[in-house]
């Protein structure tokens, strides 16, 4: 995650959530995206954590160069682990700030930016960022989840509570958590032509008994252990107990043989 200095990154990167990140691949992650992806383009990949899905992206066009950038100097270090153990010799990663990136203008041809927006207090100005240094007619392309839409079955009020406390972090952090629907309108603001702009939605379900426990134990360990749990102590929205019974919820949920649940996202790829 790339940030402003007042923005806060609201899982942080404890193991809980850089497990989640890691799951994370081109075809998972960015399929919206791999139909524009050539041989020998230039590409960016905003707030990419631990570079599984930049690395996936490097492949798709090498031998062209791709740069990751993030806010955390350590999460970097294992991105570069990751990426010499793939044999990816086109990619390189470097501290970044999403409103400053250190680039020059029309420097890419493909800005990816993943679950990112969400986290800012000024998505628009960091898309006119990536704006920037798009060459003319290059592409960027942004994906984030939009955390009202979430849905899951059975139901249960554990979750639920989960659900509101999310949004009041995210809030009280100045950030968007359903920034999926906003997509779009975002993308407006910061001034791409409508003609160039292809909104959509993609999801992720977690259904079978491995996705499922392996989801629901994530979550158990965020809501306790993550920067999502000490920033909802900080802000005085839950004490340790609570969220105890929200970690409580998430197992309980998980060891339901009907488990389901939705992660949908808004999608969009603009033309520069």
Known sequence: MTTRTHDVYTHGHHESVLRSHRWRTAENSAGYLLPALAPGQRLLDVGCGPGTV???LASRVAPGE??????????????????????????????????ALEFDDDTFDVVHAHQVLQHLT???AALREMRRVTRPGGVVAVRDADYAGMTWYPAHPGLDEWQELYHEVTQANGAEADAGRRLLSWVRQAGFDPAGVAPGAGVWCYATPEDRTWWSSLWADRCVTSDFAVQAMDHKLADEVALELLADAWREWGTSPDGWFLVPHGEVLARA
């Open 122 to 124: 000024d998505p628009v």
């Open 66 to 99: 791709v740069m990751g950038v993030d806010r955390s100097a350590a999460v970097l270090a294992a991105a570069s682990e990751h990426a010499a153990e793939k044999g990816a010799t086109n990619v390189r990663f470097t501290v970044g700030d999403a409103y």
């Open 54 to 56: 930049t690395v996936d």
